[in-house]
Every structure is written in structure tokens, then in C-alpha cells.
């Protein structure tokens, strides 16, 4: 089966910690663009991180210097390193493989 399983969410104080994981199964990561993606409630799906397949690493300017976005070819895993968590993180993260294909997300709450 086709598919990206995000795991890692969870509930996390500010100023706080997490990582996130893409698992793929039944398709490769390697050599595609993947992408974390996040929506908040009422909010639209916005773009947070990118890993492309010449190995740069883009970051939206809200979780630039906060947020690692990296690779792990031999597990077939994305994941989304978050440091120095802020309440305006809390959002269902997902990830996306080759513009198309999505995971079911994962929930980050960032509240005291």
C-alpha cells in the first residue's frame, strides 16, 4: 500500500521540543521533492519545510533558524526537527511527496 505515515506529534510546553516523522511505504523518498506542510484551525494549509532531491533544505520564514528538515533514505523517512516551540505552532503537520501524495498528519499543540 501506497502511503506516508506522520507520527512524533504530541503536547509540548513553549520553548519546547519535538520531532516529527514521514514514514513511506510501497514508494521511495529518494530523489523527489518532499515537504512538511501545517494547518492550524481556521486557517489554510501552509508550506513549512522543504527537502529536495539535490539535498537543499528550504524553510518557511516563520520556522527559519527554529525548524530542521532532513532525510534518511535507508528508512524511507522525512523528518521535521522543532525547536524553540511557540503557541502559533500548534497546527496538524503533514508531510507530501512529489507535490502529490499526503500523509494523514499529525497533531502539534503547543500550550503552558
Known amino acids: 500500500q501506497v502511503q506516508l505515515v506522520e507520527s512524533g506529534g504530541g503536547l509540548v510546553q513553549p520553548g519546547g521540543s519535538l520531532k516529527l516523522s514521514c514514514a513511506a511505504s510501497?514508494?521511495?523518498?529518494?530523489?523527489?521533492?518532499m515537504a512538511w506542510y501545517r494547518q492550524a484551525p481556521g486557517k489554510q494549509r501552509e508550506w513549512v519545510a522543504g527537502l529536495r532531491p539535490t539535498g537543499a533544505l528550504l524553510y518557511a520564514d516563520s520556522v527559519k533558524g527554529r525548524f530542521t528538515v532532513s532525510g534518511d533514505n535507508t528508512k524511507n523517512t522525512v523528518y521535521l526537527q522543532m525547536n524553540s516551540l511557540k503557541p502559533e505552532d500548534s497546527a496538524v503537520y503533514y508531510c507530501?511527496?512529489?507535490?502529490?501524495?499526503w500523509g494523514q498528519g499529525t497533531q502539534v499543540t503547543v500550550s503552558s
Open positions: 510501497g514508494i521511495s523518498i529518494s530523489g523527489v521533492d
Open positions: 507530501r511527496r512529489a507535490g502529490t501524495l
